[in-house]
Nanobody
Framework: QVQLIESGGGLVQAGGSLRLSCAAS????????MGWFRQAPGKEREFVAT????????YYTDSVKDRFTISRDNVKNTVYLQMNSLKPEDTAVYYC??????????WGQGTQVTVSS
């Protein structure tokens, strides 16, 4: 059974940092581009960042550029999101999944990030 387990969220003050992890089990994702997504209360899930299979290319939504860094460890089958200079508008449940909808697997539970002002 394929599972994506996100962790590392929490409550942090504005300007703080968190590092999220996404551990995959049940299959390897080492050949696939992976992404982080988030869903704020009352809003649709949105794209945050993506990383290609080797980790050599990354892409970010404008609102997190220069603050967030996506990375991956294919040996551990894990994807990370380093979040710095957090803002209240970053408050959301964060999820990981494949970048491509074609290879998308069931969404995990996500990890809650709450940024206080």
């Amino acid at each position: 059974q394929v599972q994506l387990i996100e962790s590392g969220g929490g409550l942090v003050q504005a300007g703080g940092s968190l590092r999220l992890s996404c551990a995959a089990s049940g299959r390897t994702f080492s050949t696939l581009a992976m992404g982080w997504f988030r869903q704020a209360p009352g809003k649709e899930r949105e794209f945050v960042a993506t990383i290609n299979w080797s980790g050599g290319k990354t892409y970010y939504t404008d609102s997190v550029k220069d603050r967030f860094t996506i990375s991956r460890d294919n040996v551990k089958n894990t994807v990370y999101l380093q979040m710095n200079s957090l803002k209240p508008e970053d408050t959301a449940v964060y999820y990981c999944n494949t970048e491509s909808t074609q290879h998308r697997v069931p969404w995990g539970q996500g990890t809650q990030v709450t940024v206080s002002s």
